[in-house]
């Protein structure tokens, strides 16, 4: 069965860090591009990081220079580091995996709030 499973999401203060992880089953993610998306309430899922599958990434503006996609491939798994974290980073993150095919993980809740 094709899983994607995320987590590490939580509740942090302004400023502070998390590191989303998002491991893979079922597939073999090396040979997908590797995506972290998030939807706040009320508004649409935007695209928040990219990896290749040669390890290329790119950023939304809102982001860069604070979040840091890498991928394990050993592991399975795709990793979003996050700092600075600001109360507009509030929402629920998606792992998303496409090839041929695009699979999903189910979110994980990332609040920053003091």
């Known amino acids: 069965q094709v899983q994607l499973v995320e987590s590490g999401g939580g509740l942090v203060q302004p400023g502070g860090s998390l590191r989303l992880s998002c491991a893979a089953s079922?597939?073999?993610?090396?040979?997908?591009?590797m995506s972290w998306f998030r939807q706040a309430p009320g508004k649409q899922r935007e695209l928040v990081a990219g990896?290749?599958?040669?390890?290329?990434?790119n950023y939304a503006d809102s982001v860069k220079g604070r979040f840091t996609i890498s991928r394990d491939n050993a592991k399975n798994t795709v990793y979003l580091q996050m700092n600075s974290l600001k109360p507009e980073d509030t929402a629920v993150y998606y792992c998303?995996?496409?090839?041929?095919?695009?699979?999903w993980g189910q979110g994980t809740q990332v609040t920053v709030s003091s």
């Open positions: 990896i290749t599958s040669g390890g290329s990434t």
């Open positions: 079922g597939f073999t993610l090396s040979s997908y591009y």
């Open positions: 998303q995996a496409a090839s041929r095919n695009v699979y």
